[in-house]
């Protein structure tokens, strides 16, 4: 048994700079995730906050705009759905599932191409035919 992994968990390698060897390694794949970066970096803005109430006390918290663990990696929705697809492990009933219905949709597309070559055939014969008449 053997195990791969995707290397794009991981991120992209990129060259330190001075003082930035505690930055979160960021990937931004499409423009919406450019934006909200873009957003966050804002100096101007008021930070955001949310209200926290319990029984005897009601609290202000400043949500963050930098990422606490400073190793967060962002992909695309898309890279994500293809990576959990990738890592689902297939029980052997569903991989001989897979292979029947494999195997029913190349018969199906065997038949159908014989059924045109028939036709063919016969259109060519009937040609034929009419040519030497």
Same mark, same amino acid.
């Given at each position: 048994?053997?195990?791969?992994?995707?290397?794009?968990?991981?991120?992209?390698?990129?060259?330190?700079? @001075?003082?930035?060897?505690?930055?979160?390694?960021?990937?931004?794949?499409?423009? @919406?995730?450019?934006?909200? +970066?873009?957003?966050?970096?804002?100096?101007?803005?008021?930070?955001? +906050?949310?209200?926290?109430?319990?029984?005897? %006390?009601?609290?202000?918290?400043?949500?963050?705009?930098?990422?606490?663990?400073?190793?967060?990696?962002?992909?695309?929705?898309?890279?994500?759905?293809?990576?959990? /697809?990738?890592?689902?492990?297939?029980?052997?009933? &569903?991989? &001989?599932?897979?292979?029947?219905?494999? !195997?029913?949709? !190349?018969?199906?597309?065997?038949?159908?191409?014989?059924?045109?070559?028939?036709? %063919? !055939?016969?259109?060519? %014969?009937? /040609?034929?035919?009419?040519?030497?008449?």
């Amino acid at each position: 048994m053997s195990s791969e992994v995707d290397e794009s968990l991981f991120g992209g390698v990129k060259p330190l700079a @001075h003082g930035q060897s505690n930055s979160p390694i960021v990937l931004l794949r499409d423009k @919406h995730a450019i934006r909200k +970066t873009l957003n966050a970096l804002g100096v101007n803005r008021k930070p955001e +906050t949310i209200q926290l109430i319990t029984r005897d %006390m009601v609290r202000e918290l400043i949500i963050p705009t930098d990422d606490p663990s400073g190793e967060s990696l962002i992909i695309s929705p898309e890279e994500f759905e293809r990576i959990k /697809w990738a890592s689902q492990v297939l029980t052997k009933e &569903e991989l &001989e599932a897979r292979e029947q219905a494999f !195997k029913k949709e !190349k018969e199906a597309i065997m038949d159908a191409v014989t059924t045109r070559k028939k036709i %063919m !055939k016969q259109k060519e %014969m009937v /040609w034929n035919n009419k040519k030497l008449s």
